[in-house]
Each structure stands twice: as C-alpha cells, then as structure tokens.
C-alpha cells in the first residue's frame, strides 16, 4: 500500500520503490499513520538487501507490502539523484530515536523485538534517558535461529497483538525482520512495524557505529569492514557485484524521469 501524497516522488531501485527520501519525512509520515490506527511496515532499502532479493523469494514478498521504503545507503542515494530525486540516506538505526521521541510525545505504546533481553533492556533504558517517559508495552527476544514463520513467531505476533501497541521496533536483522514484519500486518493489525536492524545494539553499547564523518560521507561499510573483514568482507564483494546491474537499470528510468520535466 503506498500513500497518494510519497507515490508521485517515488523511484525505483530494482523493482522497488523508494517513497520516503528524507529523515523528516520518515519521522512525520510514520508517526502519522501510527497515530492514524492503521497497520504498516517502514523497510530500509540498501545493496545487501538488493543482493538478497535476487535469491529470496519471501523477502521479495515482504518488500513489496511495506508501505514506507527508506534508501539506506550512499549506493541508493545516488541512484536516487540518478533519477532526478533529491534522496538523503535514511537507516533504521537512525529512525529509532526520533521515533521514540515522537512515541514518547504523542503517547504511543511501543513493542520492541530484539537481539537479546539485556540488550532490549539496555537499549530502552538508553532511549528513555534521551526522549523522555516511553511507554514499552511489552518486548520479545526470540532466539538466535528464529524462523519468522515457526511457531516462536506465532507467539511473538500474539504477544505484539495484545499488546495495544501502535509501533513495533524490530531488530533481528535482514531478512527475518522484513518477513517478520510483513507477516504481521494481517495477524496484528493497527501497529506499525519498523525494521530498525542493529539500532538496539548501538544504543545498547554491545556494538560500535561508525564516526559521524564515515556515516556522513557515505564510508560507514568501510568503517564496518575495517572493524570486521572476516565477517563482512564476502558481503561487500557481493553487494559491489550488484551495483554496475542497478545503474544500468536505473538509466532507462532516469531518461524517462527527465525526458518527462522537460516536456
């Protein structure tokens, strides 16, 4: 489902649409269609997700019903510029706070799913000392293999179903927490879910973000690389691998765009 007032700027980066191109806009149009009662997904679209969409079905799936998608990472954003779209980098890490403060403002209950108790609790403790009272109606860890259709789900829906909460932060990683989420929006409705990925261990102290120079820049995967090349490095040769095929494809997109402002 995509809003009539983000689907004119929308563009498209291998068959999905980007509809939310700014930090601002994400946090006003969430927090609306939070306090509007119905039910949504927020995804953050960046090359490790392209590179995953090729070979997974469900995750493709789940992309395809988020009603808000953010570029997450400088390889977007400049796909979007290609495109005549003056898009800023916006990453689930980043939406969590801003978004907890409009949670805390508006008084919007809030489920958190994450990595661990401790690093829930952590994580929570830490966004309630820079945004104020937050009401957390209830939080889940599921464990370390958690299968977003097993029956582990099943209870982690319901428990976010009866919560009463009208977001839900989800920190499990890609692809779980996308096909998590968008399962969801049938089993519990009116809560919006956001995919916010490592944003819980950030705040948490359990793992360390790139400097504000690499984030702004567009080096934070070289910040991460540095900091763990055994982990990361295959990831980032494949993500690379990707990129030359979305600018090809971005081309065609981008004449039209343009051919369409002139006339």
């Given amino acids: 489902m995509r809003d009539a007032s983000t689907a004119q700027r929308e563009f498209r980066v ?3 649409s980007i509809n939310v191109h700014s930090m601002p806009q994400a946090v006003s149009t969430i927090t609306a269609a939070a306090e509007s009662g119905h039910g949504f997904c927020v995804f953050t ?69 994450g990595p661990s108790p ?31 259709d097993s029956p582990e789900a099943d209870t982690a829906i319901e428990r976010i179903r009866q919560s009463g909460a009208r977001l839900c932060f989800i920190a499990l990683g890609a692809p779980r927490q996308e096909i998590f989420a968008a399962r969801c929006l049938e089993l519990a409705p009116g809560v919006g879910f956001v995919c916010v990925g490592a944003a819980l261990d950030f705040l948490a102290g359990t793992q360390v973000r790139a400097p504000s120079f690499f ?40 004449i039209t765009i343009r051919r369409g402002r002139v006339s």
């Fill in 118 to 148: 401790s690093v829930i609790a952590r994580a929570t403790d830490e966004l309630r000392r820079r945004v104020g009272e937050l009401d957390v109606v209830g939080t889940y860890a599921p464990g370390a293999n958690f299968d977003p």
């Fill in 14 to 16: 291998d068959g999905i």
């Fill in 215 to 254: 984030q702004k820049n567009g080096l934070e995967w070289l910040w991460r690389l540095s900091s763990n090349p055994q982990r990361l490095a295959a990831r980032y040769l494949r993500c690379a691998a990707v990129l030359p095929r979305l600018v090809i494809d971005a081309i065609p997109q981008a």
């Fill in 45 to 113: 679209l960046n090359l490790d997700h392209c590179n995953k969409l090729r070979s997974d079905p469900k995750f493709l799936s789940a992309y395809r019903r988020a009603r808000f998608v953010t570029a997450d990472g400088f390889p977007i954003v400049l796909l979007g510029r290609l495109n005549g779209v003056a898009v800023r980098r916006t990453t689930g890490a980043d939406l969590l706070e801003p978004l907890s403060a409009q949670a805390s403002s508006r008084r919007l209950p809030v489920f958190i799913l």
